[in-house]
């Protein structure tokens, strides 16, 4: 009984144009299935050719980053100097934000505000 060799031979270049398409942000399983491979063998490859080549990206990059004009200050502190004794509180949040309340505001509202404001 004579049995064929079933495995199939692949060359660097054949590997490595494999390994590329799938490198582009294509799924795996569907590159292999183009080639008829399973998606083992072309993460096998993947991981094969990426230790012999150098990253292209050794050095950290900065990315640059717009910011939003800032907020301008609501005018809500004047009428709340007006309620109550017209004693205000000033509390300062995470990332440098304010919130002015009047001394008698509720405590369980405050706290719901507060955390609202936290989340974002």
Partial sequence: MVV??????????????????????????????????????????????????PSACTAPAFVPVALAPPIEECAVASPLRRAGNGSVIEIELVGGRRLRVDASIDVKALRRVIEALEQR
């Fill in 4 to 53: 064929a060799d079933a495995r199939r031979r692949w060359t660097r270049a054949e590997k490595e144009a494999i390994v590329a398409e799938s490198a582009g942000g294509a799924s795996v399983s569907a590159v292999a299935r183009r080639h008829n491979i399973a998606p083992s063998l072309l993460f096998r490859w993947r991981r094969q050719f990426a230790a012999k080549t």
